[in-house]
C-alpha cells in the first residue's frame, strides 16, 4: 500500500499509508495530513478489519487528516464506517509510452507472470514502476483490497508531463576491493551523456570516492557501518531512510548500482513514498566463484534491468550467473561485450617509449586480500636480473610498498588505461577492469597474477583462460621456482618489446549498456 501513494503528485504532506499505520504513528512528533483507507486484504477476516475501521473512527474524530481510497466503489463501502466522508485517490499520471499488452495476475501477496512463470513478492517492485509494465488482473474472488489495487493500477490521469530539462540519475557504488563498481559505473555514466542530456551523481561507499570528483561529477560520500562501528541493521535502516528522501527530493529518474546483488537497503528506499519514479538498473559482472553468492539471485526482482558485463573468459565461467535458475521478477538481463573505462579509439596512437631501458608497469590493486611481499621480491629481483625498470602502480586503496627500491618508480594515477602505451609490458592482478583494459587496450606483453578470494571474481580461471588462448602469461605465487622462471621468460618478452596477440577488440559495451538505459528511461535509442 504505502507503494500506492510514491509519487503521486496529489497527494501532499505526511502520509498514513493505511489506517495501521495510522493508528501506529498517533503522538508522534508530525501530524499525518492525509490516510489511504483499503479494504479487507488477502489472510485478514471481516471481523478483524471491521475493528480496526471502528478503532480509527474513534481516534479520528469529525477533523483530522484527509481520508482516501482507491475506487468509488471502496470510498463509499468505507465512508459508512468511519462516518467520514472519504475521496477517492487520483491516479498516477500515465506511464512514458505505452504499456505492453501484457495481463499479470496479482494473487493475494504475489504476482504471477502466465507468459514467463515469473513470481514475485507484490512489493518487489514500486507499484508506480509495476503499472508501466503489464495491467494486472485479479480473480473475482480475490480479496477486495487486491481488486482495489488492481483496479487503481488500471486508471490513468492522463498523458505524463513532458520531461523538461536533463534526466537526473543516481550511480549507487559499493565499498568494492578493488576499483572495479566505481570504474564499471564511470564508464556507464560517460557513454550515457552522449546519448542523453543527462545529470548524474554518484551515492558512494567506496573509499575511492575522490575518484569519482576528479573525474568531475558531485558525489555524496556515505560511511559503511564498519567504517562507523555501526550495528548493520541500524545502519541499513538509516542508509534506505537517507536514500529514499534523497530520490524523493530529486525526482531521480533511475538507480544504477553496480554488484552481485540489489541490497536490502537499497530495495528498501525504492518502495519509499515519493521516490516511486526511479528504475532501478543493476550491472552485475560474471565470473562468480562456484559456489558462492547464489541468494543474490533472487535480488534481481527488485530491478528492471540487469546489464552484465561482457567477460572474454566467459567459456570458462561456472558461477550462479551462468547455471540455469528460475526467472525472478521483471528484470531483462542483457549482456554486453567487455566495458572498460577507457574509449578503445583513444588508445590506436602507437605507444610512448620513452624509456631508453624497457619498462614495465606492475598493478597488482589493493592488498586487502593478499599478502603481495613474497611476490613483489620475485618480481624485483627478476627484474634485475633481466635489466628492466619497474613502474609499480599505488591503488588508492592500498598503503603504499613498505619498501624501497631504486630500480622501481612509483605511481599513482587513475584510470590505469591511458598510461598503458608508455610501456612495454605490464604484470597485473586478473580484476574485470584490469584483465580487459590490459587485453581489449595494448599490445604489449602480460602477465597475470590472480588473487582468489571467496567474496572476489573467479580470477584464476580468468587468468587460465588468457593464456591458454594465447594472450597472456600467468603466475602463481605458490611455487617460487616455477614463478621466477614464469617471470624471467615473460620479462625476455619486454625487453625484446615484442608484440602480443589480442582477442577481437569488438564492440564497446559501456555505449552498449547506456543504449539499454537509454531505453529504459526514455523507450528510445538505437536498437
Keep these: 500500500m504505502p507503494q500506492l501513494l510514491a509519487g503521486n503528485p496529489a497527494i501532499a504532506g505526511p502520509v498514513a499509508s493505511s489506517q495501521e499505520s495510522f493508528l501506529a504513528g498517533i503522538g508522534g512528533d508530525t501530524p499525518v495530513e492525509s490516510v489511504l483507507l483499503r479494504r479487507v486484504r488477502p489472510g485478514e477476516s471481516e471481523e478483524a478489519h471491521a475493528a480496526g475501521l471502528d478503532v480509527l473512527a474513534r481516534c479520528l474524530g469529525q477533523d483530522g487528516p484527509t481520508l482516501y481510497a482507491l475506487t468509488e466503489e471502496a470510498a463509499a463501502a468505507l465512508s459508512g464506517r468511519v462516518g467520514r466522508p472519504i475521496e477517492t485517490l487520483p491516479p498516477l499520471p500515465r506511464p512514458m509510452g505505452p504499456r505492453p499488452d501484457a495481463i499479470w495476475q496479482l494473487e493475494d501477496a504475489r504476482i504471477h507472470v502466465p507468459s514467463t512463470g515469473a513470481q514475485f513478492d507484490d512489493d518487489a517492485l514500486h507499484w508506480r514502476r509495476l503499472r508501466d509494465r503489464a495491467t494486472l488482473q485479479t480473480a473475482p474472488s480475490a480479496p477486495l483490497d487486491a481488486q482495489d489495487v488492481a483496479a487503481y493500477m488500471a486508471a490513468d490521469a492522463g498523458p505524463p508531463p513532458g520531461e523538461t530539462g536533463p534526466i537526473r540519475v543516481l550511480a549507487v557504488v559499493p565499498n568494492g576491493v578493488g576499483l572495479g563498481h566505481l570504474t564499471r559505473l564511470l564508464a556507464l555514466v560517460d557513454r550515457l551523456s552522449a546519448r542523453i542530456d543527462l545529470e548524474a551523481e554518484f551515492w558512494c561507499h567506496s573509499q575511492a570516492a575522490g575518484l569519482i570528483e576528479d573525474a568531475g561529477h558531485p558525489v555524496q560520500i556515505r560511511p559503511t557501518a564498519a567504517a562507523l562501528g555501526a550495528d548493520p541493521a541500524l545502519w541499513a535502516l538509516w542508509e534506505a531512510s537517507d536514500l529514499g528522501a534523497y530520490l524523493a527530493a530529486h525526482d531521480v529518474a ?186 581489449l587496450l595494448t599490445d604489449i606483453p602480460v602477465l597475470f597474477a590472480p588473487r582468489q578470494a571467496a567474496s572476489l571474481d573467479d580470477q584464476a580461471a580468468r587468468a587460465a583462460h588468457a593464456a591458454a588462448e594465447g594472450w597472456a602469461d600467468m603466475i602463481s605465487a605458490g611455487s617460487p621456482d616455477a614463478a621466477h622462471a614464469t617471470l624471467l621468460r615473460f620479462l625476455e618478452k619486454v625487453s625484446s618489446r615484442a608484440k602480443a596477440p589480442r582477442p577481437d577488440r569488438g564492440r564497446d559495451g559501456a555505449d552498449e549498456m547506456a543504449k539499454e538505459v537509454q531505453r529504459l528511461l526514455t523507450g528510445g535509442g538505437d536498437r
Excluded at 572474454?312 to 549482456?335: I, Y
Aim: hydrophobic fraction near 45%.
Design 254 to 439: 533511475a538507480v544504477l548500482h553496480d554488484g552481485a546483488r540489489v541490497p536490502p537497503w537499497l530495495a528498501a528506499a525504492l518502495r519509499t513514498p515519493g521516490a516511486g519514479r526511479a528504475r532501478m538498473v543493476l550491472v552485475r559482472r560474471a565470473m562468480w566463484q562456484p559456489g558462492q553468492n547464489l541468494d543474490a539471485l533472487e535480488t534481481a526482482q527488485h530491478a528492471e534491468l540487469v546489464l552484465e558485463p561482457g567477460e572474454l573468459a566467459g567459456a570458462r565461467d561456472s558461477g550462479a550467473t551462468k547455471g540455469e535458475h528460475a526467472p525472478s521478477g521483471l528484470a531483462r538481463t542483457v549482456q554486453t561485450a567487455p566495458v572498460v573505462l577507457t574509449r578503445a579509439e583513444a588508445l590506436t596512437a602507437p605507444g610512448w617509449r620513452p624509456f631508453r631501458r624497457p619498462q614495465c608497469l606492475v598493478n597488482l590493486g589493493a592488498e586487502t586480500f593478499a599478502d603481495h611481499a613474497a611476490l613483489s621480491r620475485l618480481i624485483r629481483a627478476a627484474a634485475k636480473e633481466r635489466g628492466v625498470r619497474l613502474t609499480w602502480l599505488v591503488s588508492p586503496l592500498a598503503a603504499p610498498p613498505d619498501w624501497e627500491d631504486a630500480h622501481v618508480t612509483r605511481l599513482e594515477t587513475y584510470p590505469v588505461a591511458p598510461a598503458l602505451g608508455g610501456y612495454d609490458g605490464v604484470i597485473t592482478a586478473a580484476g574485470y577492469n584490469s584483465y580487459h583494459e590490459a587485453l
